[in-house]
Nanobody, 123 residues
């Protein structure tokens, strides 16, 4: 079965950096787009970034976060720089479905999800 194993979450001060990683298995990694969503406390899950052969970012993280993938290692990484308190959230790795909407920001177009990893940014 498909598995997504995340790591790298933690506590960091504002202005600091963290790198999240997600190791995927159970499907042909290179055949699907893969990305990150996040869910701040008390809020809906929101799109962060996605990558296939190109990368796309939410406006709120553009210029600060970088998504990358290593097809040989079945791994997607989210490098987060200049972190802000509003970045505090549970971050989820997600794999896009085979039949998906044209809108890559749509949660419903993603088929598989990781367990989530907590990122906390202090003031």
């Amino acid at each position: 079965q498909v598995q997504l194993v995340e790591s790298g979450g933690g506590l960091v001060q504002a202005g600091g950096s963290l790198r999240l990683s997600c190791v995927a298995s159970g499907y042909t990694f290179s055949s699907r787009a893969i990305g990150w969503f996040r869910q701040p406390p008390g809020k809906e899950r929101e799109f962060v970034a996605v990558i296939n052969w190109r990368s796309y970012y939410a406006d709120s993280v553009k210029g600060r976060f970088t998504i990358s993938r290593d097809n040989a290692k079945n791994t997607v990484t989210l490098q987060m720089n200049d972190l802000k308190p509003e970045d505090t959230a549970v971050y989820f790795c997600a794999v896009r479905g085979t039949v998906a909407s044209a809108n890559y920001q749509d949660r419903n177009s993603y088929e598989y999800w990781g367990q989530g990893t907590q990122v906390t940014v202090s003031s």
